[in-house]
């Protein structure tokens, strides 16, 4: 920007100009009217007195007054300051009858300029057609308005006695009258003069009034406006103009003033709204803190000062690497978020200023500018260590509660195969003492069988305890099913117990560990069988085991239903019913079986169920996906139950 | 002959072990696998004393039990339950009142629930509780406490 021109020097200047101008050619078209006018009055004046003295000249010459006409001319030329010559020149003669300035009786030459007036053209001119004026200037540089007055032959001329030029021609003579304009000139001058002294004068005069004037109606104002502004763009929003005035300038400043609250408003506002955000982030119990570009803290807000017990000035500029408890958490956390600019509730550790260890749930948002250029992280932590402690807590009542089920379970099932032993171990004392052969025998083989329970117990307490990998095939669950019902038909028969089956026309083949899958259905079916046993049936009631098949469209599975009249179950066994160890066959069973039906089926990606209700009957559901779908999830399974992830 | 009692335990071993019991020491067995059988074998004999397992599937002891205390012709018969948790069920027998355990034995949850039903129909107790496995010595004390020789 180059240097300031100050817009009344401007105004000034450019008026000043224009109205120069103004005046110089008012003054200059004053003066060439001046000088016409002054001229046309000179000439007017001095053909108006060449005519009186003709007219005059006229009388005398009637009454034969020669010399009386010699005296006038004189006179004239004599007493006249304006007049230079006056002359009486004969055209008949060509000869100069009376002059002041030239001598009488010289002849006139066509170089004279009474004859150059009428006979500038070649032959005569006709004296009415003549300018019979002119200017012309003398040697000496003077202006001399020269004019020529014919003397007309009139009739009277012709007959008067006193000419002895009766037969002349037209014309007479002259009379040339010289009329110096050496004074109209200087009036004329004088005129000018006055007039550019006046014009100068008022020009200056006007050209300090307007700078006054200007610089107290624009410069002055427009200044204090520019003050105003600035006071405004710089630091005081409040500043107003104290506006009274009625033009443009009033209207500017009252803008200005609109300006102004509007943006004093919009300021309050933004502080408002920032303060409230700050507050927010302030007073959060969570862990909030941001780290710039360079991974070092850059603000900490107090949930922060009061999880990890520093205060803010001893993390703010130290790296964020502090924090974590574990580095390798800390570049796996730094990398997902190199990924996608945003991790979410990353399970993590913080540690406090004295070193103890915290369990937080870690947020991190990559910060951006405008243009995406990044300009730091935003990390929020909530802490859950005490979260964690309970959950833990929790688990472990869960386990010590499981544990205990399960030597509860297992104390019972050795009481039951104890009584089978020591009543084996009682016949056979019995048979021994009463030489009771028979005795001896049946108290054997009820040692055997206790033996064989215990085994039979381990072997499948340790099946429970097996990892279990599913060898899939293609298999048709209605041949599955068929299978089972062979099995407990001849039971199912001693007991008085009907077994029904429905399948569909064709049922898809499904992808699943066969033996596995049988050893669950025969499972349930045997339950299915002791329920039935376990009622007192009332006419016309009988037992009733149903199997149905059938293909779930809504879950794509296939479904076994196990369907019994039996004895039922209450709310609480229904629930509990999968649970190991749960178990209502106190001698015979482990607990462990519906258990291990239920592992086996979740190992398939399937679903188990059971309604119920006492003395109606139990109805077991058992859903394996199509295609072993979500099978690749358990098909490696390992123990379910409290103590594990 | 003897007194009659009745057996009812759905583990064969268990009602062969008893009965020889019974019979070597002069009284008459009679068996029965389920409650309904039992109930059957009550119908048709005359029996002294009725020694029942409670825990068998899906209480069918217990809901014979029941039945017997309703009916008037039998509810005087004495029974002696056979359990694995006798001791547990004395001590729960003579707790009043509603207490909450914590459910480290599903088992001994399902005794507590049979012990409050016997309250609820009618403060009706078996007369006695016999552990499971069973001592010859102080099954047959019982069982003569309760119906003599």
């Known amino acids: ?645 | 002959m003897g007194k009659k009692v009745l057996v009812v335990d759905d583990d064969k071993n268990a009602v062969k072990f008893m009965s020889v019991m019974l019979d070597e020491n002069g009284y008459e067995p009679v068996v029965a696998y389920d409650g309904r059988e039992a109930l059957q074998k009550i119908e048709e004999n005359d029996i002294d004393l009725i020694v029942l397992d409670v825990m068998m599937p899906k209480k069918t002891g217990f809901v014979l039990f029941k039945e017997l205390k309703r009916k008037d012709e039998y509810k005087d018969i004495p029974v002696l339950m056979l359990t694995a948790v006798a001791a547990s069920l004395t001590e729960l027998d003579a707790q009043e009142g509603d207490t909450f355990e914590r459910p480290y034995d599903s088992l001994r949850e399902s005794l507590r629930k049979t012990i409050e039903e016997m309250r609820e129909s009618g403060d009706v107790r078996p007369e006695m509780f016999v552990d499971k496995p069973v001592d010859p010595d102080g099954f047959l004390k019982k069982v003569r406490e309760l119906i003599g020789k």
Not at chain 1, 17 to 32: D, Q
Not at chain 1, 69 to 75: A, C, G
Request: net charge negative; aromatic share 4%.
């Open chain 1, 1 to 645: 920007m180059g240097k300031r021109h100050s817009i009344v020097t401007k105004l000034s200047v450019a008026v000043i100009a224009i109205v120069t101008l103004v005046i110089a050619a008012t003054g200059l078209v004053n003066n060439i009217i001046s000088h016409h006018y002054a001229l046309e009055s000179a000439r007017a004046a001095l053909r108006f007195n060449s005519e009186s003295v003709l007219s005059g000249i006229d009388k005398l010459m009637m009454t034969r007054n020669k010399d009386g006409v010699l005296e006038l001319i004189q006179d004239i030329s004599k007493g006249s300051t304006v007049y230079r010559d006056v002359r009486l020149l004969s055209h008949y003669s060509g000869e100069i009858v009376v002059s002041r300035l030239r001598e009488t009786g010289s002849a006139l030459t066509e170089a004279d300029l009474s004859c150059a007036v009428c006979h500038d053209q070649s032959g005569p001119l006709i004296p009415s057609e003549a300018p019979l004026d002119r200017v012309v200037t003398s040697p000496s540089g003077h202006r001399i308005l020269h004019v020529i007055t014919p003397i007309m032959n009139k009739a009277r001329c012709k007959t008067g006695k006193c000419h002895e030029h009766a037969d002349s021609g037209p014309i007479l003579g002259f009379l040339e009258a010289e009329y110096s304009l050496d004074r109209t000139d200087a009036l004329v001058s004088g005129l000018n003069a006055s007039f550019a002294v006046a014009a100068s004068s008022a020009i200056l005069l006007g050209t300090i009034a307007l700078w006054i004037i200007l610089r107290q109606t624009l410069r002055k104002p427009i200044r204090e406006m520019a003050a105003g502004i600035q006071a405004i763009a710089g630091t005081d929003l409040s500043f107003r103009f104290e506006t009274n005035r009625k033009d443009e300038l009033g209207l500017v400043e009252e803008s200005v003033n609109d300006m102004a609250a509007r943006i004093q408003a919009h300021q309050t506002e933004l502080r408002d709204a920032r303060e409230y955000l700050e507050g927010i982030v302030e007073n959060s119990a969570d862990i909030i803190i941001t780290v710039n570009p360079k991974g070092l803290i850059q603000t900490v807000n107090r949930g922060a000062e009061q999880a990890l017990g520093y205060l803010r000035e001893e993390l703010i500029g130290r790296p964020i690497e502090i924090l974590f408890a574990n580095p390798g958490e800390r570049d796996v956390a730094i990398a997902r978020l190199e990924h996608g600019d945003s991790v979410v509730n990353y399970e993590t550790h913080f540690l406090t200023k004295t070193g103890a260890l915290r369990d937080v749930l870690l947020t991190l948002s990559r910060l951006r500018d405008r243009e995406g250029t990044p300009i730091g992280t935003i990390g929020i932590s909530k802490d859950i260590t005490r979260e964690k402690e309970l959950q833990g807590l929790v688990v472990q009542s869960q386990a010590a509660a499981a544990i205990g089920q399960a030597v509860t379970a297992i104390q019972h099932a050795i009481k039951n195969m104890l009584n089978t032993l020591s009543g084996g171990s009682y016949l056979v004392r019995v048979g021994m003492a009463k030489d009771n052969r028979e005795r001896i025998e049946e108290g054997l083989a009820m040692i055997d069988e206790g033996i064989w329970r215990i085994g039979d117990h381990s072997l499948s307490m340790l099946k429970y305890a097996k990892e279990w990998t599913l060898t899939p095939e293609l298999t048709d669950l209605a041949l599955l099913v068929n299978k089972v019902c062979n099995a407990i038909e001849h039971a199912a028969r001693d007991r008085g117990v009907t077994l029904r089956r429905k399948f569909p026309d064709h049922c898809p083949l499904v992808s699943c560990d066969s033996r596995l899958v049988h050893m669950a259905l025969m499972d349930i079916a045997t339950n299915a069988l002791d329920a039935c046993s376990a009622k007192a049936y009332k006419d016309p009631e009988t037992a009733e085991i149903c199997f149905d098949l059938y293909l779930d469209d809504d879950t794509s599975s296939v479904v076994v239903e196990v369907r019994d009249n039996g004895i039922g179950m209450n709310e609480e066994t229904r629930a509990n019913i999968f649970r190991p160890f749960f178990t209502m066959k106190e001698e015979l069973g482990t607990g462990l079986g519906l258990a291990l039906t239920s592992r086996i089926v979740k190992l398939h990606g399937g679903k188990i169920g059971v309604e119920s209700e006492l003395d109606k009957g139990s109805t077991f559901r058992l859903a394996l996906p199509l295609e072993g779908r979500g099978m690749n999830q358990g098909a490696r399974d390992g123990q379910e139950g409290p103590g594990r992830r």
